[in-house]
T-cell receptor
Framework: AQTVTQSQPEMSVQEAETVTLSCTYDTSENNYYLFWYKQPPSRQMILVIRQEAYKQQNATENRFSVNFQKAAKSFSLKISDSQLGDTAMYFCAFMLISNFGNEKLTFGTGTRLTIIP | DADVTQTPRNRITKTGKRIMLECSQTKGHDRMYWYRQDPGLGLRLIYYSFDVKDINKGEISDGYSVSRQAQAKFSLSLESAIPNQTALYFC????????????FGPGTRLTVL
């Protein structure tokens, strides 16, 4: 079974600064996706960014980028020029790609990020 | 209108009561999921369905049942609610052809007294 670990329960950073959220995962498989989801106080789950394991290039979405280290099984999220609207719970998630079409998400325990004005 | 809706949004019930949480989607997706979120535990999969005739248990299915009434509807039932089922429940959907993104509903906050 796959596991996802987020070792930082809470973080805070000043507005406009850069912050990095950590995520590690455990799998013996080679074909999978990794995701970061954001959950603001509204509690809606919002996909921030995804990474395909077979792609060496790190995914980027505007101010959000990842550092994907496949050998180390590490998948950190960097938020640049942080904004007050980035205040949220962030979840790292793993999806194994299988030949049986039964892909499921496994989530980490989350990191609560607070952006300080 | 939201693509994935959940009813009710909030519910308080008593121990032993039967309760149903409903999920509807207008995205035309085949796959639907029910997750439970607890503080410090993240989201955990309860049940999932890849089409109307397909129901599968997830990581924490004990005490829950589901019904896929149509492609667009997937209900979660607590047969006899207990306090440790107090949690935030999410429904999600995904497209068979684009399985690598799940779309979440707004969540249902359930409190069992």
């Amino acid at each position: 079974a796959q596991t996802v670990t987020q070792s930082q329960p809470e973080m805070s950073v000043q507005e406009a600064e850069t912050v990095t959220l950590s995520c590690t995962y455990d799998t013996s498989e080679n074909n999978y996706y990794l995701f970061w989801y954001k959950q603001p106080p509204s509690r809606q789950m919002i996909l921030v960014i995804r990474q395909e394991a077979y792609k060496q290039q790190n995914a980027t979405e505007n101010r959000f980028s990842v550092n994907f280290q496949k050998a180390a099984k590490s998948f950190s999220l960097k938020i640049s020029d942080s904004q007050l609207g980035d205040t949220a719970m962030y979840f790292c998630a793993f999806m194994l790609i299988s030949n049986f079409g039964n892909e499921k998400l496994t989530f980490g325990t989350g990191t609560r990020l607070t952006i300080i004005p | 209108d939201a693509d994935v809706t959940q009813t009710p949004r909030n519910r308080i019930t008593k121990t032993g009561k039967r309760i149903m949480l409903e999920c509807s989607q207008t995205k035309g997706h085949d796959r639907m999921y029910w997750y439970r979120q607890d503080p410090g535990l993240g989201l955990r999969l309860i049940y999932y369905s890849f089409d109307v005739k397909d129901i599968n248990k997830g990581e924490i299915s004990d005490g829950y049942s589901v019904s896929r009434q149509a492609q667009a509807k997937f209900s979660l039932s607590l047969e006899s609610a207990i306090p440790n089922q107090t949690a935030l429940y999410f429904c999600a959907t995904s497209d068979l052809r684009v399985y690598n993104e799940q779309f979440f509903g707004p969540g249902t906050r359930l409190t069992v007294l």
